[in-house]
C-alpha cells in the first residue's frame, strides 16, 4: 500500500494520503535554527539546542501523535465551520476534505481544499535568518464571496527542556507574553536576551497569548475554543503558557485569494520589526526558497549519478544525501524519537557521519571532526557524549558563554569531572575518526590540517597527527587475556558488552585504522611511522585470521569469563553481522576465509528487509553476554535489521567484487523500492531508519526511527565509493566499480578539489567488477590524477 510518491523533478516526497500510520518527517533549517515537522504539521523548533534552546513544545510519544506543531485555522464565519490547513489538528474526514503534504529539501508545504478553499501552507527557515516562517496561501475556489477568519497556533516552550517538562513551579513563573506592533513577544525573563517574537506581513485583527484562553482548559489543538468560538481573548500575561495566535479576518471573492506571512523567530520586538520589512515584498520570499534550493543544488552537484536504477538515482542524489547532511548538522539528538532531553556529540555517530559527507560539507565535517579531536584523551580513548562546548579554549569558550544559568542549582560538571574515566570508556568510539580523517584529507587535499593543533580533553595539545597516533596507541595497548582488543564499556553495538571481555569487531577497527595510518604516513614520507604500522597490520593480520576463525565466520567476542560469542558452539546469537563485516571490509580477512564469511552472511543473516544484525536472536538473559540478552527477540540490537551496519556488508561485498550481492542487499534495505509496502514498513520510504523489526518479532519489517541513524551517512558512502566506486585518493581520483553485471554502464558528475569530472563507466562485458581501460580527456591512462585547474574533464572507464 502506498501513501505518495517522489517527485524528482521537484526533489520532493508527496504525501497524497495523509493518514499515515506514523508520523514521517522533514527538517527545516540548515543553520542555527532548526524545525522538526511531521506530515501534518506537527513537531517543534529550536535555536542551536534542541536541550537548551528550544523555542516551541512538543509532546513526545503522546496521544495524539506529536503535537503541538505550527498550525494554521481557517474559520468560515458564515456556519462557524473550521478547518486547519494540515489534515491535523482538526483532522476533517479524508471524503470530505482532500490533504496533500510536500517534504522538501528544507521545505514542508501542507495543502488542503475544503468546502471551496483551497489554502497552503509552506514551511521554511530561510539562509540567514533565524526565523521560521509560514507562507500561507488561501483561494476561494467558490462561486460565493467568503468572509473567513484564519487563526494560527504555536505553544512556547521554555528554553531548558528538563526544567519545562519537570520544574514547573520554576517554569511557568519565568515567562511572559506581551503584544505590541503586530508582534507577539515571549519574554523569557531569567534570561538576558531571552525573547522569541510571532509577527506577520499584515495587520493583525486580534491576537491570544494565552496557550489556555486559546485552547481552552478542557479542549484540545483539534478544538480550540477561540476558533470554535471566532474571537480572541487579546490577553498577555506575565507567567503562564503562551502561545503565538495572530487572528486575520478575509473577505475573498470568488477567485480572490491571499497571501499571509508569518514569523515565528528568536529575537525581540527589533528582530520581528526587521523580518517584516525585509519580506515586505512577498518575492524577497520567493528569492529566499531560490537560495534554499540553490544551497541544495550545490551539495547535490558535487555528485551526481545517473544509473539504471531509479533507487540508487533518486536516493544518492537527493534522499541519501539528505539525510546524511542533516545529521552532520544537527548531530542525533533533535527528531520525534529523541526529543532534546540529550544533547551534545556521541563520539562513535558523529565520527562516522562526518566521513560521509566530506565532498558536499567539507566545512561541516571537519567542524565536527575538530569536536572529535578536542573531545580525545591523552590516553587515546574519546569522551562518549560530550558537548563540543566543554573542550573549546576559553578565549572560544568565553564567546559562546550559555545565555542562562538557572537560579534553582544545577550543579554542573567542571573542567576534569567532565572527563570520564577508562571504565566508561567505549573500546571504538576514537578508533572511527581516524579513517574520517583519512578521508577528509584525501576529499580535500588539505594536508596542512594533519599539523594543525588542538587541545585534548584532559588538557594539554598535539597535532592531529598525533591525536591519530594516540587513538591506535591505546587500542594497541587495551588488549585482554587472549590478545583481542578489550571491549570496555562496549563497542559499536552499546547493548553487547560481553561482560567486559574482549571484542572482535574492535581488533577489526583497529585493524582498518593502522591501514589508513599505513597509507597516511607512507604518503606523508613518515618512514619510521610507516614501518611500525605495517609490521602491526603484518602481525594483527595472521594473528586474527588464526584466532578468531569460527570454521565458517568469525566469531564477535569473548566474554570476561572466556565464553566465545558468535561462534557456532552458541545456542543464540551464533553469527553477527558487525563483527564479521568488518573481518572483510578492514581487509584483515584472508581470501578465502573473507569469502566464506560473506556466503554466511548470505546464509544466516539476510532477509528481504535487510541483514539481521544477529541470529538467531537471544531469548534467555545472560549477562555475560551483555543487555542485549534482555532486549525483545527481533528488536534492535538483538536480531533486528538494525540498518547502520548493513552498508558496511555491501562494501564488503564489493572488496569481494560482488556487485550482484551488493546492489541485492541495497536494494532489501533502501526505503525507494518500500514506497508500496506501508502497511509494513510504516515509515518513511525516503530515509532509512534506525531499524527494522526482525523476523523474530510480530512486527517483522516494520521500520523504526527516522533520519538520526548512522545509515543514511554509511549507505551514501557505500553506494558512492564501493558500488559506484569512485573514491578519492591523496594525489588521484580512483574509479572501481562494482555494480550489478547486467547493468551496461553509468554516469557520474562529481566535484573533486575544484575540478568536474565527468564520468561515463562502460560495462560490454557485463562484469560485476574490474577496469579494464580509463581514458581522461580522451588520452589513454592508468591512474586519474587531479590537475585542480577549475576545469571540467571527461573520463572513460571500460570494465571488464
Ligand atoms: C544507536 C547508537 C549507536 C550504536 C547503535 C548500536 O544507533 O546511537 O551509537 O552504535 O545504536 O548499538
Redesign the pocket.
Known amino acids: 500500500m502506498r501513501y505518495g510518491y517522489f517527485d524528482t523533478e521537484n526533489d520532493e516526497y508527496v504525501i497524497d494520503r495523509v493518514d499515515l500510520p506514523t508520523s514521517w518527517t522533514n527538517y527545516l533549517g540548515v543553520e542555527d535554527m532548526c524545525a522538526v515537522v511531521n506530515h501534518t504539521a506537527g513537531g517543534y523548533l529550536f535555536y542551536r539546542s534542541p536541550e537548551y534552546h528550544r523555542i516551541t513544545r512538543f509532546r513526545g510519544n503522546a496521544i495524539p501523535m506529536d503535537r503541538p506543531g505550527d498550525y494554521v485555522y481557517i474559520r468560515d464565519r458564515e456556519d462557524g465551520d473550521y478547518f486547519s490547513i494540515s489534515w491535523q489538528p482538526v483532522g476533517k474526514p479524508l471524503d470530505q476534505a482532500k490533504y496533500v503534504t510536500r517534504h522538501g529539501l528544507s521545505v514542508t508545504t501542507y495543502e488542503c481544499d475544503y468546502k471551496g478553499i483551497h489554502a497552503t501552507q509552506k514551511m521554511s527557515i530561510p539562509i540567514g535568518d533565524n526565523a521560521l516562517i509560514w507562507d500561507v496561501n488561501i483561494r476561494n475556489d467558490s462561486d460565493r464571496v467568503r468572509e473567513l477568519d484564519v487563526f494560527t497556533y504555536a505553544e512556547f516552550s521554555f528554553h531548558h527542556v528538563p526544567i519545562d517538562n519537570q520544574n514547573f513551579q520554576m517554569s511557568l513563573y519565568c515567562a511572559g507574553s506581551d503584544y505590541m506592533d503586530g508582534a507577539i513577544i515571549y519574554d523569557l525573563y531569567y534570561e538576558e536576551e531571552g525573547y522569541q517574537y510571532f509577527t506577520a506581513n499584515f495587520e493583525p485583527d486580534g491576537y491570544e497569548c494565552l496557550r489556555d484562553n486559546f485552547i481552552g482548559t478542557y479542549n484540545t489543538e483539534t478544538n480550540p475554543r477561540a476558533v470554535a468560538e471566532g474571537n480572541c481573548t487579546g490577553q498577555v500575561l506575565k507567567g503562564g503558557n503562551h502561545c503565538a495566535c495572530l487572528q486575520k479576518s478575509l473577505r475573498l471573492n470568488p477567485g480572490e485569494s491571499a497571501r499571509l506571512i508569518y514569523f515565528l523567530g528568536e529575537g525581540a520586538l527589533s528582530e520581528s520589526k526587521e523580518i517584516r520589512e525585509k519580506y515586505k515584498d512577498p518575492e524577497a520570499l520567493d528569492r529566499a526558497y531560490g537560495e534554499l534550493k540553490s544551497f541544495w543544488k550545490k551539495k547535490q552537484e558535487k555528485f551526481m549519478v545517473t544509473s539504471p536504477e531509479d533507487g540508487i538515482d533518486t536516493m544518492i542524489n537527493t534522499w541519501t544525501l539528505y539525510q546524511s547532511e542533516i545529521n552532520v548538522m544537527f548531530s ?1 539528538f533533535a527528531s520525534f524519537i529523541e526529543v532534546g532531553g540529550r544533547t551534545g556529540l ?1 563520539y ?2 558523529t565520527a562516522q557521519d562526518a566521513m560521509t559527507v566530506i565532498a558536499t560539507n567539507p566545512e561541516g565535517c571537519k567542524k565536527r571532526i575538530v569536536e572529535l579531536l578536542r573531545a580525545l584523551t591523552t590516553s587515546g580513548y574519546g569522551i562518549h557524549l560530550f558537548e563540543p562546548g566543554w573542550f573549546l579554549p576559553e578565549e572560544e569558550k568565553e564567546k559562546k558563554k550559555k545565555p542562562f544559568k538557572s537560579p534553582t542549582v544545577i550543579p554542573e560538571p567542571e573542567g576534569a569531572s567532565k572527563v570520564h574515566g577508562l571504565s566508561d570508556a567505549c573500546a571504538d568510539d576514537a578508533l572511527w575518526l581516524v579513517p574520517s580523517i583519512t578521508e577528509y584529507v584525501k576529499e580535500t587535499g588539505n594536508f596542512e590540517f594533519l599539523s594543525e593543533h588542538y587541545g585534548y580533553a584532559d588538557g594539554g595539545d598535539g597535532t592531529v597527527y598525533d591525536h591519530m597516533k594516540r587513538i591506535v596507541t591505546f587500542s594497541l595497548q587495551q588488549v585482554g587475556d587472549n590478545g583481542i582488543c578489550k571491549g570496555l564499556r ?1 563497542d ?5 558488552n560481553l561482560g567486559g571481555g574482549e571484542s572482535t569487531l574492535v581488533s577489526f577497527l583497529l585493524y582498518r585504522a593502522l591501514v589508513c595510518l599505513s597509507e597516511l604516513s607512507g604518503f606523508m614520507g613518515y618512514e619510521a611511522d610507516k614501518k611500525n604500522y605495517d609490521d602491526e597490520l603484518d602481525r594483527l593480520r595472521t594473528f586474527l585470521n588464526d584466532t578468531l576463525w569460527d570454521g565458517a565466520w568469525f566469531i564477535r567476542g569473548i566474554t570476561h569469563n572466556g565464553k566465545k560469542i558468535g561462534s557456532s558452539q552458541n545456542k543464540e546469537g551464533r553469527i553477527h553481522l558487525e563483527s564479521n563485516a568488518w573481518a572483510v571490509l578492514s581487509g584483515a580477512a584472508k581470501e578465502e576465509k573473507a569469502r566464506i564469511t560473506l556466503n554466511s552472511i548470505h546464509e544466516h543473516l539476510s532477509t528481504p528487509y535487510g541483514i539481521l544484525l544477529n541470529a538467531p536472536a537471544y531469548t534467555e538473559p545472560d549477562d555475560d553476554i551483555g543487555f542485549v540478552t534482555r532486549v525483545y527477540p527481533g528488536l ?2 538483538n536480531s533486528s535489521i ?1 540498518s ?1 551496519p548493513n552498508p558496511w556488508v555491501w562494501s564488503a561485498e564489493c572488496t569481494m567484487g560482488n556487485g550482484d550481492r551488493a546492489f541485492e542487499y541495497y536494494r532489501s534495505l533502501c526505503p525507494y523500492y518500500q514506497n508500496d509496502r506501508i502497511e509494513i514498513r510504516h515509515a518513511e520510504p525516503y530515509s532509512y531508519c ?1 531499524f527494522i523489526s526482525g523476523r523474530d518479532h510480530t512486527s517483522y519489517g516494520e521500520a523504526h526511527h527516522p533520519f538520526m ?2 545509515s543514511g551517512g554509511w549507505s551514501y558512502f557505500a553506494v558512492t565509493h564501493y558500488i559506484l566506486g569512485i573514491k578519492p585518493g591523496f594525489d588521484e581520483l580512483t574509479v572501481d566499480p562494482c555494480i550489478p553485471a547486467a547493468w551496461d554502464g553509468f554516469s557520474v558528475k562529481r566535484n573533486f578539489r575544484g575540478d568536474i569530472f565527468e564520468i561515463n563507466v562502460e560495462n560490454p562485458a557485463h562484469v560485476q567488477k574490474g577496469v579494464k581501460e580509463i581514458y581522461v580527456d580522451g588520452v589513454r591512462t592508468d591512474r586519474i590524477a587531479c590537475p585542480r585547474d577549475g576545469r571540467q574533464h571527461s573520463v572513460r572507464v571500460v570494465m571488464g
Open positions: 542525533r556521541g562513535r555517530d562496549a559499536w553495538n552499546d547493548c553487547l534492535k540490537e538494525f547502520h534506525q541513524t548512522g
